[in-house]
């Protein structure tokens, strides 16, 4: 057992060293006097290195929870059901029904992808040898699906047309389509991904023989597209395929895919970035973060100074302007205006758990490149905050999208029934707790984070275990042993200095205080160590408030990294579902929203709020006040305790991470107000029978969007869509109580001519007149025929009249009666 033990890690090592030769560039940089790195200032002494997962394993505490759980979670998943829509493309006979939701319904596959990268992630952290049975099986399985295809490995539904007309340069691309499937080349880039990751990381030969005819397959598919072509395709959400071929280049020295990898990269998302320019708002936010993790990677492997500064650009502005306190980003998938967090705190689709998938992976780029802290600043912040909260703590289930919406409340995934994208980043975001609580460079080493942990670091001879207890405990002990008689005694050791901490961190060996240089975010420490030596100090952690970005008042409560949140109860004896079903759409927690009377308000100025927090004399981490929290419907002179906890560990409840800010004298006019907006929210809720965001991902997906010459956007936060041919939808009438079409328009575009048909029957004729009212946007009703009243699908369709445009429409609600 000895034996094996020892040829695994060295395979995970020689894994971890291809990862550390792609994610770590040649150069460093130390941070310039502004925001944004200077390329130019490079140093090589300060480059980082990963060690290989293998080589470090948690202790006991909430991320060695999550990782467990998650194994779970991975072995209850049946490989049989993700390889169904790989053996079915190849013409295979599937030995089990594909799975359904998402994997059924033109993402087929995607999850399969992801699968291979969370097996190789997690039997790299744990050594299960269940997973590495399960990762040889898929392997073998999708293998004799490529085979059989050509080299082609793909679940897509009837995928080998769609890949023909791609190939002979005939591309229809929308935002969320290419040639009339749902986002392909997303899709495509989950068995890429998984087949990289089955090799850097689980060491498959077999995986990189496969990822290589894939390859190939692709650069025949793309080989006789121009330049223009492949952009066009672009406007489709593609993945990261640029940073996997970029990857692809490293490993082989193929200067084929490099040129893919820069072909594959969008240059009307790039070009604003290169220019430091913000364009993002209105932007579909995960389609634009793996963009700029593979503008990196090419980068780095050619040396491009400009689309490094860029990456970093876009990282600063993501994660200093449109991030929230857990570290997550977006409303609707979609990035709103940076200078109005409205959207923030009353959509109930909040930050998607993709998203902080991706910033962190470019965040540990960017801090592989830099050695910078502030990047380790957000990666923990995120890991916390966002991914450890985004995983249910007994059943596994995963979390889409984190309100932040005061008193609301997140579905988690079930197992069997929910394929959704947050379900495959989130198999993968549980085993990766360990990939950088340590770096290295040379014979330094570097701890980044303070999770208990043990790092058996062979090439310095040294075994260094954390102990810790943080966020409930701040005392820290790092305990060097030695593995044997070779070990390296002069090993430098970098302990990262917190921005969050009160005090200069005081540190004692073996009992004795000692002195630490303190430099570039870092305490080090030098010493001849010897077995058994033990360090330790104390976090002094602060506890602040953080407002809304915007300057709105909202805020958080933070204690240290670790965002600290409330229960909230909307109605006596609610019961709420918490697990979503098998629905398209079940990701959404689409409940009642909590009225405002039911909210804790903060009734003084933050930091007497913060004053006023007590430590309760629990184990774990919490705060407890009695003082200024006010609730409407007990009054302000009503007295209760209310209790903070952090994040991650609140779940099955309505929440509160944003407090809203009032004094005593707003308080009762501002329950006013919002009890009347609320009241206006909650009449057009019951006035809907089904509504589509036009130009949004998962309104047009849910709603069977096709078109032809149709275009969509986003005009000043809104998004529409419009075309010189024609677009439909299908809307849901179950109940048959539909009796009007609202549509939305926008008062700029007069003189436009087109037709609505409902199920091939004219519903309207309609030339957009001039401006209607003194606002921006009006919306008309078209009361439906007794003939649609009566169908419960309606098949919606907007054509243009000849030489006109029809639309911009941006919205469509279908309403009843009430």
Known sequence: ??????????????????????????????PAASDVFNVQQADKTSQQQLFALGQVSLGAGPFLHAQQTNVRYLIALHPDQLLAPYLREAGIEQKAPSYGNWEDTGLDGH?????????????AATGDEELKRRLDYMLNELQRAQ?????????????????????????????????????????????????????????SEQAKTMLFDLGEWFLNLTSKLSDEQIQQMLYSEYGGLNAVFADMATISDDKRYLKLARQFTHNSIIDPLLEKQDKLTGLHANTQIPKIIGMLKVADASDDQAWQQGADYFWQTVTKERSVAIGGNSVREHFHDKKDFTPMVEDVEGPETCNTYNM?????????????????????????????S?????????VYFTSMRPGHYRMYSSV??????????GIENHSKYGELIYSKHDDSLWVNLFIPSTLQWQQQGLKVTQQSHFPDANNIALIINTLDKNYNANAQLHIRKPSWVADELQFELNGKAINAIAEQGYYTIKHDWHDGDKLTFTLAPKLYTEQLPDGQDYYAVLYGPVVMATKVQAFKNEQLNFVADNSRMGHIAAGPTCPPDALPIMLSEPEQFIADLKRAPSAELAFTTDKNVAIAQQGIGSTQTTQLIPFFRLHDSRYQVYWPQQSEAEFSQFVKESKAAEHAKEQLRLL????????????EVEHDFKGENTRAGVNNGHHWRDATGWFEYTLANPDQQAVALRIRYFNADVGRKFTIT???????????????TDTEFYSIDYPLTDAMKQTRSLTLRFSAEQGSVAGGIYGIRLINNK
């Open 688 to 699: 809907t029978v089904d509504q589509i965001t036009p130009g949004e991902q998962q309104p």
């Open 416 to 425: 069997q029934d929910s394929m959704w994208c947050c379900v495959g980043s």
């Open 758 to 772: 409902i199920n091939g029957q004219v519903l309207a004729k309609v030339s957009l007149p001039a401006q209607q």
């Open 390 to 398: 985004s995983q249910h703590p007994e059943h596994g289930g995963l």
């Open 111 to 123: 999850i399969g992808g992801h699968y291979l990268s969370a097996l190789s992630l997690a039997w």
């Open 360 to 388: 962190m992976k470019l965040s540990k780029l960017l801090f592989l490149k830099t050695a910078d802290t502030r990047y380790l600043e957000y990666y923990e912040r995120a890991t916390y905050n966002h991914i450890l």
């Open 1 to 30: 057992m000895f034996v094996a033990i020892k040829i695994r890690l060295r395979q995970l090592a020689s894994a971890s060293a291809i990862l550390v030769m792609l994610s770590a560039c040649s150069e460093h940089s130390q």
């Open 147 to 203: 085979q059989a295809n050509n080299g082609y490995l793909g679940g897509i539904p009837d995928g080998q047309v769609m890949w023909q007309q791609i190939r002979n340069g005939n591309i229809k691309a929308d935002l969320f389509s290419l040639n009339d499937r749902w986002v392909p080349l997303y899709n495509i880039d989950k068995i890429f991904h998984g087949l990289r990751d089955a090799y850097l990381i689980a060491g």
